[in-house]
């Protein structure tokens, strides 16, 4: 089970990765806005849940009751942090602001023991510390942000925390709790997101008249976004279910290390409208606050 949660939190980390190119892509391409990308991308999203859900419906969707408040706040911080970060990436290159999520980590393991009483020791902490350093080095590494681009992250931080925890939440409603076998959790975990991501496409089709686009073009160019994004949502859903949110976090860290490679060779390939290029003593910089981040998630499997 941890095996297996810790291969999904690395393929949330590289399917993040390339969903923050697209949408620098997007925006640098002139198909329109980020709150456009948005709003597009979760209705292009939405519908696939809708048709995913149709196709797996599974009894506990009966009782609305028992998932209606996780659910909400899942879907519901996850959109306050999207948007906050999209913020964010319209100020500064994708592989300058990705880093900075790592300081959700934080914020992760205090919710997560305050809210779900998950118990983190002494050494849990000390990893949980150098991955927000880590976090730290990768961005100082460059030059700092601006400060719309610090606050959108910040904010963008602290909302999707508040998402994780109902995400735990919302599985333990599908019938993903702590004592069933990883096959159930699995289910549990993609049930909760199809549920999450047709609400986000229902909040998107509302305010589809005001950020929408009649532009065939458009929608083509949103729909890598949305397609990377789910692939890398499903795979968060079941990492947190298997490996718990703190961990979870640590590794989805190691998205900022991927942006930077994925950055990297953009900007060795000539694409300096999606990525500056930097110089060979930055990128030793931030190696050494990738090796922080393997470290960080060793300590914290070796004392779990």
């Not at 048709?51 to 797996?56: A, D, K, R």
């Not at 964010?88 to 999520?101: C, E, G, Q, T």
């Amino acid at each position: 089970m941890g095996t297996l949660g810790v291969i999904l939190a690395f393929g949330t980390a590289t399917s993040q990765s390339v969903a923050y190119v697209l949408t620098r892509q997007f925006v640098v391409s002139k198909h329109g806005s980020v709150m456009k990308l948005m709003v597009m991308a979760h209705l292009i999203m939405g519908v696939f849940a809708a048709v995913g859900l149709s196709l797996m419906w599974d009894d506990h969707l009966r009782d609305v009751a028992s998932y209606a408040v996780p659910l909400a706040g899942s879907a519901g911080w996850y959109l306050v942090g999207q948007g906050a970060f999209f913020v964010a990436l319209r100020k500064a290159d994708a592989s300058r602001v990705s880093p900075l999520l790592g300081l959700k980590i934080g914020a992760v393991a205090i919710l997560a023991m305050l809210v779900l009483g998950i118990e983190i020791n002494a050494w849990q902490w000390l990893a949980v510390g150098v991955s927000v350093a880590a976090a730290f080095v990768l961005n100082a590494s460059g030059g700092w942000l601006p400060w719309p681009a610090v606050v959108g992250s910040l904010t963008a931080c602290v909302a999707y925390a508040l998402a994780d925890i109902d995400i735990i939440r919302l599985v333990g409603a599908m019938g993903g709790g702590a004592d069933v076998a990883a096959e159930t959790k699995m289910h549990a975990s993609v049930i909760a997101a199809l549920a999450t991501y047709v609400l986000c496409g229902l909040v998107a089709a509302a305010a589809l008249p005001w950020f929408g686009s009649r532009r065939r073009g458009d929608w083509y160019a949103a729909a890598p976004f949305a397609g990377a994004w789910l692939v890398g949502m499903f795979c968060f859903f079941g990492a947190l279910a298997m490996i718990g949110p703190v961990l979870g976090n640590i590794i989805l860290a190691t998205r900022g290390v991927f942006s930077i490679i994925l950055g990297a060779c953009l900007a060795r390939l000539g694409m300096v409208h999606l990525e500056q290029k930097v110089s060979t003593p930055i990128l030793v910089r931030r190696a050494a606050a990738a090796v922080m981040m393997i470290i960080a998630i060793g300590v914290y499997m070796y004392t779990k």
